[in-house]
C-alpha cells in the first residue's frame, strides 16, 4: 500500500455529479420519493470530502442524464465548471442510426476530457446486443479505443436467459478489441438468494477470462441499503480471483449517502482491504488511472 506524503491516495472512477438548475434531467420525475429528495439537493465535487490520511487524487465523472438527447451538453457543463480537473463517460444513445451516432460520438470525443461512454442497458442485454444498428454503432465506437461502461442486468433467475446474456456480451467484447469494457456495480451480486449468488459467480468467471473487460465495484446501496462489510468482502475476493488486477473500487456517488457518507465509505474500503489483505492502492487508485488514462495526463 502507497503511503506518500502521508496521504493514501483515492481515484474514484463512479461519481455523478447533479446540478437541477443546469441540466434537464427528465429521469429524476421518475425516481421512488426517497431517490428524489436525494437529487434535490446538488452533488458537486466540492461534496467528495475526505478526512486525511485519506486524499482524493482523481474523478471520473459519469454521465447522469444531464441532458439526453444532447449528452455532449453535460461534457460541455462539467468541463466549464471542472476544467480538465474531471474526466468524463458521455451517455451516448447506441440506438441512433448511422450518421446521427456518428455526429454525437464525433461531438462527444471533441471534448479534450472525454475517456469513454454509457447506455445504461441494464435488463436489455439481448434486445440490444442483438440489434443490427447497435452492432454497426459499437464497430464505430471501437475505432476511437475509448472506455464502454457496461451498466448490465443479468438474468441470475433464468440460467437460460443468463447465458444467452454472457453469450451476447462476450461476443461484442471480443469483437471490440479497441474498447476497454468496465462492468459496472459488480455485475449486481445477490445480497440473499443462494442460486442466483452462484449464478452470478458463473457470469463473472465467464466475464474474467476477457482481458478487454475490467469490474468496477460500487453501488450496493441500489441493491440494499443495509448491505454488510462481509458481504463488500466475499464479493472482492471473488472477483479478485476471477479478474485480478482488472478490479476497482469506486463510490457512486452520490447514492452511496443512501448508506453512509462519502468519507465512511471509503474508510470502509479501506479497512476492508486491509483486513483482507487486499492491495487498497490498486484497488483504489492504480487501476482506474490505468484504465482511464490518468497516467497519460
Not at 474514484?12 to 437529487?39: C, K, S, T
Not at 452533488?43 to 467528495?48: E, Q, R, V
Amino acid at each position: 500500500m502507497k503511503i506518500a506524503n502521508g496521504r493514501i491516495s483515492i481515484v474514484d472512477p463512479h461519481v455523478h455529479f447533479i446540478d437541477l438548475n443546469a441540466g434537464d434531467y427528465q429521469w429524476v420525475r421518475n425516481e421512488p420519493e426517497h431517490m428524489r429528495a436525494l437529487f434535490s439537493n446538488n452533488a458537486s465535487l466540492a461534496h467528495l470530502q475526505l478526512i486525511p490520511p485519506l486524499y482524493l487524487e482523481a474523478v471520473v465523472h459519469i454521465e447522469a442524464g444531464f441532458d439526453n438527447l444532447h449528452p455532449a451538453n453535460e461534457l460541455a457543463y462539467i468541463e466549464q465548471c471542472y476544467g480538465d480537473e474531471v474526466l468524463n463517460i458521455a451517455g451516448i444513445n447506441l440506438l441512433l442510426n448511422g450518421q446521427a451516432f456518428a455526429d454525437h460520438l464525433a461531438k462527444i470525443m471533441a471534448y479534450k476530457t472525454a475517456v469513454g461512454l454509457r447506455h445504461i442497458i441494464n435488463e436489455d442485454i439481448l434486445s440490444l446486443l442483438g440489434n443490427a444498428t447497435v452492432k454497426q454503432n459499437f464497430i464505430q465506437l471501437d475505432h476511437y479505443q475509448k472506455v464502454f461502461e457496461l451498466q448490465v442486468k443479468f438474468s441470475f433467475h433464468n440460467q437460460r436467459c443468463l447465458q444467452d446474456e454472457l453469450d451476447a456480451i462476450v461476443a461484442l467484447v471480443k469483437a471490440s478489441t479497441s474498447t476497454t469494457f468496465v462492468l459496472n456495480h459488480a455485475g449486481f451480486m445477490p445480497f440473499k438468494a443462494a442460486e442466483e449468488t452462484q449464478q452470478w459467480k458463473m457470469a463473472m468467471q465467464t466475464l474474467g477470462k476477457l482481458p478487454n473487460i475490467y469490474v468496477k465495484c460500487s453501488g450496493w446501496e441500489m441493491l440494499s441499503t443495509n448491505y454488510t462489510r462481509e458481504h463488500i468482502t466475499t464479493c472482492l475476493r471473488f472477483l479478485l480471483e476471477c479478474f485480478n488486477t482488472r478490479v476497482m473500487l469506486a463510490s457512486n456517488f452520490p447514492l452511496q449517502r443512501l448508506a453512509m457518507s462519502y468519507n465512511d465509505y471509503w474508510q470502509m474500503l479501506y479497512d476492508i482491504s486491509t483486513a483482507s489483505d487486499f492491495d487498497f492502492t490498486k484497488l483504489a487508485s492504480d487501476t482506474a488511472k490505468h484504465v482511464y488514462g490518468l497516467n497519460e495526463r
